[in-house]
Every structure is written in structure tokens, then in C-alpha cells.
């Protein structure tokens, strides 16, 4: 077993970019790096090794980054529900997400901000499927083996994600 800097060092990389994938904000992505990593250094005697290091590593980033994202719609819906109540907008500050992925040319940010977004609205494992396939350029059965799915599942999930990604965009352009 490779100890926990070597894994860092060989994973620290792909784990923040696939967390950025998610939720398309710097410090976010960092923010979950670094859980995974504790995770990882906290839990590592546990790896069973029925799956490889790094799929396991993709597994905990995953769920990391859906759990984020989940947190981050509960405050926002908290937020909302309390400044139904209180009219202290000053404790609650209303964001739209933000698409800080470095290397991004300023005339594209606009239409990838407007992608990223209709790709959150897809239900999770759709989503994951097409992040992992499209953006992470991951096999189905790599995915499969990620998601703990079939492969013919996960070539179900690209379908339909990539559809709903589509009729979203589509949606959005004609309004």
C-alpha cells in the first residue's frame, strides 16, 4: 500500500479538477479536496481493495461534491424561508453560483456558466455519468466501475443525461 503522501501526490490533481466539475467554484473544489484527503488519510486501513485506489479515491469525491452541493441548496433554501420571516437581508447573501475554472476565456464563460448550470439540474447519477464520461473522459465500464453500476447502465445514464442536457439547453436558448 502506498502511503498517504504518495497517494496525495499522485491524486490531488484529479481529485480537485473532477470536484470542480461539480461545483464549478475554486474555493469550493479546494474546500472538498480537502475533505477527500481526510477522508482518505482517516480511513485508508479501511480500503478493501475490491476496487482499485483510484476508483475508490473517485467514489469518495463523488459523494464529497454531491453532499456539497446538496449543503449549499439547503442554506440557500434556508436562507430564502428566513428572509420570508425576517427582513434582515443583510445576514443572508443571495449568490449565483460562480464558474472560476481557470483557463477559461472570458468570452466563454457566459455559455459554460449557462451549461454548468443546466448540467446541475440533472439528477445525480446523470450528472456523474456525464461529468465522468464527457469531462473526466472516463470509460463506461470505468464509470461502472465507479458508480457500482453495469456498463450497460451507465451507457443508459450518458443517453439520457446527454438528452436532458439537451432539451434543457434548448429550453434555455428559446427564452
Known sequence: MPTFEDIYKAHNNR?????????????????ITQDVFMIIHNSID??????????????????????????????????????????DSNDVKHENPTFDHPGVLMEQKEALESIFNQLNELPPNQRTALILNKLEQRSHTEIADIMQLS?????????????????????????
Not at 456539497?68 to 441548496?73: G, L, P, R, T, V
Request: no cysteine; aromatic share 10%.
Open 46 to 87: 479501511k480500503f478493501r481493495e475490491a476496487s482499485s485506489l483510484s476508483t475508490w479515491i473517485y467514489r469518495i469525491t463523488i459523494n464529497k461534491s454531491l453532499d456539497h452541493i446538496k449543503a449549499k441548496k439547503r442554506k440557500k433554501r434556508l436562507g430564502f424561508l428566513s428572509n420570508l420571516f425576517y427582513d
Open 151 to 175: 456498463t450497460k447502465a451507465v451507457e443508459s445514464l450518458v443517453q439520457r443525461g446527454k438528452s436532458n442536457l439537451s432539451k434543457k439547453i434548448n429550453e434555455n436558448e428559446g427564452k
Open 15 to 31: 481529485v480537485y479538477n473532477l470536484a470542480l466539475q461539480y461545483v464549478q467554484n475554486i474555493e469550493d473544489a479546494q474546500e
